[in-house]
């Protein structure tokens, strides 16, 4: 009569490697999944903390890039970037602290990667029906 190896917890060497294999990629699996819900943030998240309530929009602009991760990125040559703003709040989230500061401006961003990009804002013109020009 044949004994079963199952039974007496003898497994032969090329099951105990294919277990050894299977752990080893279901722990690294597990390991990535959960690093790429690590990284799920948004810029707007980020809080940035001024000196002062009235600065110049530079200023702004080098604090945000110095207290986060993102580099703001606009055309010298398109943009005015001599121009002094009075913002209601010294700590802010930094989408709140750019809507204040470029209200009135013609300026709008756009948060994209760990970068954020100012560009001249374009009244759109709506298309009535029936007019075409």
Excluded: W
Aim: charged share 25%; aromatic share 12%; with cysteine.
């Amino acid at each position: 009569m044949k004994k079963s190896l199952l039974i007496y917890g003898e497994y032969p060497k090329i099951v105990k490697k294919t277990f050894r294999v299977m752990k080893a990629a279901f722990f690294c699996m597990f390991v990535f999944v959960l690093h790429s819900f690590a990284f799920d943030s948004n810029a707007q998240d980020a809080v940035v903390e001024l000196r002062s309530e009235n600065l110049s929009i530079e200023e702004l602009f080098k604090e945000i890039e110095k207290q986060t991760d993102y580099l703001i990125v606009y055309s010298t040559s398109e943009i005015n970037s001599n121009f002094n703003v009075s913002l209601s709040k010294r700590k802010a989230v930094v989408a709140d602290l750019l809507n204040e500061a470029l209200k009135g401006q013609n300026l709008q961003y756009k948060f994209s990667d760990n970068y954020i990009v100012l560009r001249l804002g374009q009244a759109i013109e709506e298309k009535k029906p029936g007019k075409y020009t």
